[in-house]
């Protein structure tokens, strides 16, 4: 019981004082997810340069999960490479499953807290929100050789 307590402090912190809410001057790529099924809605903006995410922020409405899974992820993936960016994603992904392997749990530090949202099918896609979002903008945006970000089918 202590250790839900835990995690409901986490979730509440991240959605109260949220880091990460913010616009991104400079941002190199920009997403807007949404979640229609309950209103969600992030706008998701990253600044890219040689390779790695060197700052992230997002803005727009959501339920009190979508906000805190959005800024835990900004919390792990900045100073990280697209291609870590994107295993992190993997893993919260398998995750929110149930499908992680327990051993990569602590790769996803404090988004861990959301690990128990696989038992309510309803808030599934609230969490996952902020992570498809930065997927798919980081699929649709290809790093050239210099380590620049290009927008090319975004």
Not at 56 to 66: E, P, Q
Not at 67 to 94: H, N, P, V, W, Y
Not at 106 to 114: P, V
Not at 116 to 130: N, T, Y
């Amino acid at each position: 019981m202590e250790n839900r307590s835990f995690y409901n402090e986490i979730l509440t912190e991240h959605n109260l004082r949220p880091a990460n809410k913010h616009d991104i001057e400079g941002a190199t790529v920009t997403l807007e997810g949404i979640n229609p099924s309950c209103g969600d809605d992030i706008i998701l903006s990253l600044k890219v340069e040689d390779g790695v995410i060197v700052d992230g922020g997002f803005t727009g409405d959501g339920c009190a999960i979508s906000q805190a899974s959005a800024d835990m992820m900004l919390d792990l993936i900045i100073g990280k490479t697209e291609e870590e960016a994107r295993r992190l994603g993997d893993i919260f992904m398998r995750m929110i499953r149930g499908e992680v392997d327990e051993s990569e749990l602590d790769e996803l530090e404090e988004s861990q807290a959301l690990k128990d949202i696989s038992h309510m099918p309803a808030r599934v896609k609230c969490a996952v929100l902020g992570w498809h979002t930065m997927d798919e903008m980081l699929k649709a945006a290809g790093i050239d050789e210099s380590g620049s970000v290009t927008t090319e089918g975004m």
